[in-house]
């Protein structure tokens, strides 16, 4: 039997040559973003969750007609899941501005992967449904709005950086893109515009703010708000709209009175942070097994939507089967598996040059780089770069595409 009064059990003490023998071998560090930034386990972490509600989201919509359960549980999702990923997506952005070094990375992170995906979703649907389908940079392919969306925010940093009161702004612009019907599908002009107060406050946000919103005491509110948010989505089903959860159209467009598009704005914008604040109450800030998948949440976002459409081109989702319980959570838990795959580090490896491509040659060489490369490698011979005193290294994932 164990005795309790000694420190180690049965075991012996370790002996003074193991103890130098376990402090000769370094910890094992958390893993770090290619800018040498310490990864934050609560953002990969909300990352991955996102994305998988994403993709949950995604089948539901194929099996909505007279399922009213179903649209209830997708119209709660569609209130927060986006916003959610928008706000970090902002939050990430902070530290944007013109320089070569960030508006490279928004090239090569943001807009290559639009054009190279924008041609493979539209090669996809001539094999799979319609041969004549047109190609068009400015009407992005299901998905790919996002990255549309997120290449003007970025860009548009600066801006919201310098404003006096950019969050209220933000809301009147989107508010005005609500009843403005002749915003057309140019780069889906309209999600961009009625998503953007999202990311504006990921903008506004400090690593403080997170630490509020995962106190216990939120996380036990969290659960009536949400149970409210069922409730009030069962009553909407039959009275609003599905379309507006996408932020997609104009309040003309689904002929309701004008006044309507601000008053719905600024309703589901409203009900997004609070909806949002509950979903972030709720991810762990610890490191767990699919912590390591938020640094891939973009190849799962840009690759599950081929399945999604192939799926409705083949008419896979027309099973009576999926009409039944057993069906829809099955289909559930396959689409949140398909997007958890999509996401790991093989992967990763093998579309890193299409999703992710450096692309060095296709940029001027900065002068300063060299410089402070061999600033780098001077302060790495000399021991581990320390943080300037009064200074706290930034959360998260730098300059990587928050999706």
Same mark, same amino acid.
């Given at each position: 039997?164990?005795?309790?009064?000694?420190?180690?059990?049965?075991?012996?003490?370790?002996?003074?040559?193991?103890?130098?023998? &376990?402090?000769?071998?370094?910890?094992?560090?958390?893993?770090?973003?290619?800018?040498?930034? &310490?990864?934050?386990?609560?953002?990969?972490?909300?990352?991955?969750?996102?994305?998988?509600?994403?993709?949950?989201?995604?089948?539901?919509? &194929? $099996?909505?007609?007279?399922?009213?359960?179903?649209?209830?549980?997708?119209?709660?999702?569609?209130?927060?899941?986006? +916003?959610?990923?928008? =706000?970090?997506?902002?939050?990430?952005?902070?530290?944007?501005?013109?320089?070569?070094?960030?508006?490279?990375?928004?090239?090569?992170?943001?807009?290559? +992967?639009?054009?190279?995906?924008? $041609?493979?979703?539209?090669?996809?649907?001539?094999?799979?449904?319609?041969?004549?389908?047109?190609?068009?940079?400015?009407?992005?392919?299901?998905?790919?709005?996002?990255?549309?969306?997120?290449?003007?925010?970025?860009?548009?940093?600066?801006?919201?950086?310098?404003?006096?009161? +950019?969050?209220?702004?933000?809301?009147?612009?989107?508010?005005?893109?609500?009843?403005?019907?002749?915003?057309?599908?140019?780069?889906?002009?309209?999600?961009?515009?009625?998503?953007?107060?999202?990311?504006?406050?990921?903008?506004?946000?400090? %690593?403080?703010?997170?630490?509020?919103?995962?106190?216990?005491?939120?996380?036990?509110? #969290?659960?009536?708000?949400?149970?409210?948010?069922?409730? $009030?989505?069962?009553?909407?089903?039959?009275?609003?709209?599905?379309?507006?959860?996408?932020?997609?159209?104009?309040? &003309?467009?689904?002929?309701?009175?004008?006044? #309507?598009?601000?008053?719905?704005?600024?309703?589901?914008?409203?009900?997004?942070?609070?909806?949002?604040?509950?979903?972030?109450?709720?991810?762990?800030?610890?490191?767990?097994?699919?912590?390591?998948?938020?640094?891939?949440? $973009?190849?799962?976002?840009?690759?599950?939507?081929?399945?999604?459409?192939?799926?409705?081109?083949?008419?896979?989702?027309?099973?009576?089967?999926?009409?039944?319980?057993?069906?829809? =959570?099955?289909?559930?838990?396959?689409?949140?598996?398909?997007?958890?795959?999509?996401?790991?580090? %093989?992967?990763?490896?093998?579309?890193?040059?299409?999703?992710? %491509?450096?692309?060095?040659?296709?940029?001027?060489?900065?002068?300063?780089?060299?410089?402070?490369?061999?600033?780098?490698?001077?302060?790495?011979?000399?021991?581990?770069?320390?943080? %300037?005193?009064?200074?706290?290294?930034?959360?998260?994932?730098?300059?990587?595409?928050?999706?």
């Amino acid at each position: 039997m164990t005795s309790s009064l000694r420190p180690h059990g049965d075991r012996k003490p370790s002996s003074s040559s193991d103890q130098q023998t &376990q402090q000769a071998q370094p910890a094992r560090q958390p893993p770090r973003t290619p800018s040498g930034r &310490q990864r934050d386990a609560f953002f990969d972490n909300a990352k991955y969750l996102a994305i998988v509600l994403v993709g949950v989201g995604h089948a539901w919509g &194929q $099996i909505l007609d007279g399922n009213r359960t179903v649209e209830t549980l997708y119209r709660v999702l569609y209130t927060f899941h986006m +916003p959610a990923f928008i =706000i970090i997506s902002g939050y990430f952005s902070r530290s944007f501005d013109l320089s070569p070094k960030r508006v490279k990375r928004l090239i090569t992170g943001v807009a290559v +992967p639009y054009l190279v995906f924008e $041609i493979a979703y539209t090669l996809h649907r001539r094999v799979s449904e319609d041969p004549q389908a047109d190609f068009s940079l400015l009407d992005p392919t299901y998905l790919l709005w996002f990255l549309c969306a997120l290449f003007v925010w970025r860009l548009t940093t600066p801006i919201w950086q310098t404003v006096r009161w +950019p969050l209220p702004i933000a809301l009147v612009i989107a508010a005005l893109a609500s009843v403005t019907p002749t915003i057309d599908n140019d780069l889906n002009m309209q999600r961009v515009l009625q998503f953007l107060p999202c990311f504006v406050l990921g903008l506004l946000l400090r %690593p403080e703010h997170f630490h509020l919103v995962r106190r216990r005491a939120v996380r036990i509110w #969290s659960v009536p708000v949400v149970a409210a948010a069922l409730v $009030i989505g069962w009553w909407s089903v039959p009275r609003m709209e599905t379309g507006w959860f996408y932020r997609n159209a104009a309040v &003309q467009d689904t002929g309701g009175p004008w006044w #309507s598009g601000p008053v719905l704005t600024l309703a589901l914008f409203g009900c997004s942070v609070v909806l949002s604040v509950c979903f972030f109450a709720w991810v762990p800030g610890r490191r767990l097994w699919f912590t390591a998948l938020g640094a891939g949440t $973009i190849y799962g976002y840009l690759l599950h939507g081929f399945l999604v459409k192939e799926g409705s081109y083949a008419g896979w989702f027309q099973h009576s089967f999926l009409d039944e319980p057993l069906g829809e =959570i099955g289909l559930t838990v396959l689409g949140a598996a398909v997007i958890t795959l999509l996401c790991t580090k %093989p992967v990763q490896r093998v579309l890193r040059y299409v999703v992710e %491509p450096r692309m060095d040659w296709a940029f001027k060489r900065d002068p300063g780089d060299s410089a402070r490369a061999r600033d780098r490698r001077d302060e790495d011979a000399g021991g581990t770069r320390a943080t %300037p005193a009064g200074a706290s290294a930034p959360i998260g994932g730098g300059e990587k595409v928050s999706v």
